[in-house]
């Protein structure tokens, strides 16, 4: 090999290898040190798009775990007021079987009808109830959605507490002014207490429902977090021993360049 000055081709080879291992040093400090195999689009650009739609669907399976707990939160607290519906039912039928009684007197009737009027207040009240302003009661059913995609929906069937049929307004119509009314009979009082006893059933099985519900979207999440984690997460073990590559191969090239740079100086002692 011909002794040059103006070429030094060692040393562009050793710079060369020097960049690229400082480059691949920088790119692994980088890694460890964000957690995160892909630092930049570069990295992994197919990746990093799955990596983008896997970690949108996860957050979306999160928000709609929010849907359901807020779902589970409106039937516990409707069916709170079920509960409360059903003793308020209770404590009329006793009124009634107490007011047939014959041995009462006209004033403890009146005492008697005094407390069913204010019980039947009750009944009208909890008929309005309302969970963050959405009515517990009416007929109008709610569509929970149990997926992601919203594709999925659980049912919330409609209550209507003050109807006549299937609830408390046969037992809370105006026109029923005092126990001894005709038309509120015994049958009339267990009936409604049957059909309230009917809407907590229901409103239990829903809340189940929501609940399994909840479970699956909560193993989705952790698995699409997992998916996305293969992707984008550093293997510390492995970077760390990559780490000691590069590192090593930089001081290495580092010291190199200086022999390459050094050895054109051969050529200055032949001209002495």
Known sequence: ???????????????????????????????????????????????????????????????????????????????????????????????????????????????????????????TALTTEKFNGVALFGTNPLAVPVTESGASTVIMAARDLGNTGTGVGAVTVAAIATLGNTGLTLSTITDAIQDVATMRSTNGAEQSRLGFASELLAINKVNLELANSRITDVDVASESTQLARWNTLVQAGASMLVQANSSAQTALKLVQ
């Open 1 to 123: 090999m011909a002794v040059v000055i103006n070429t030094n081709y060692s040393a562009t080879i050793a710079s060369n290898n020097l960049n690229a291992s400082n480059a691949a040093l920088q790119k692994s400090l980088n890694r460890l040190s964000s957690g995160s195999k892909i630092v930049s689009p570069a990295d992994d650009a197919g990746g990093l798009a799955v990596s983008m739609k896997l970690s949108a669907a996860a957050k979306r399976q999160g928000a709609a775990m929010t849907n359901i707990e807020n779902a589970m939160s409106y039937l516990q607290t409707q069916d709170g007021a079920l509960k409360v519906t059903s003793k308020v039912l209770d404590r009329i039928s006793e009124l009634k079987t107490l007011y047939i009684d014959p041995t009462k007197n006209t004033s403890d009737l009146a005492n008697y009808d005094s407390e069913f009027t204010a019980l039947q207040a009750q009944l």
